[in-house]
């Protein structure tokens, strides 16, 4: 396959068919969306310190590409300061101390934001769309660098795309959505990874010395949806049992970037 072919196979993967698998987890109990959250941290984490920042300071000088992960993540906290940062990752997750549904949880992170349902439901479909896009630049940046760091960047994608998904299903649907219409919307919204990685691969192709940076950016991205979204949503569950459930699950996701990176190294 083509660096083209397989860029557009993992933005379909990490757009639509997540959408599609967020879908089928609606009907699951909230504890296994938990435990989604915490095998995606893994799979970020891994994704970042395994793939990307290595890939980005093999090609970089490592001051300039430090640098810009620490302007994006600085980036990133003020977009979250404007709102729309956090309605593209609702991620709060459920608290069975309280027996408050994953779907009821969502919704309760979704109504601290300022006006009414609809906004909310508009601000869920702009910001999942932004949040895709950029979804798909990290991907074909990282398929243009490297196919191993494709794979494990695309599988740490949909791991932190399923949960999402299903938090902003559930606000659309306290918007007024129907469940159909919700549906439909998403799966346009995911469509934005496509568009955002054909940009990406035709934008970045020749554009070689740019790359480290993309990639700076990309591991500043995934690593504050983790740490700044993903993370505090399990600190909701401190029993000793719960906490070392989510670890075993974080090790999985990083043990599965690894294996990527192994397999594919040979």
Known sequence: MSTLAY????????????????AATLALHARWISRLVS??????????FIELLPHALEEGSAGPVMITVLIGLLSFFLLEKLVLWRHAHGHEQHDDAEDESEHDHALHAHQRAPGDGGRSGLMILIGNSVHNLCDGIVIAAAFITDLRLGVATTVAIVAHAVPQQVGDFA?????????????AFNVAAGGATLVGALAGYF???????????VLAVASASLLYVAVADLIPSLHRRPEPVETVRQMLLIGLGVAIIGGVHVLLEH
């Open 39 to 48: 095998f995606a941290v893994g799979a970020l984490l891994g994704a970042v």
């Open 171 to 183: 606000v659309l649907i306290h918007s007024g959505f129907t469940r159909g219409r919700a549906f």
């Open 7 to 22: 860029i557009v196979v993992a933005a379909v993967s990490g757009g639509i068919l997540a959408t599609l698998a967020a």
């Open 203 to 213: 934008a970045l192709a020749d554009m070689q010395q740019v790359l480290p940076y």
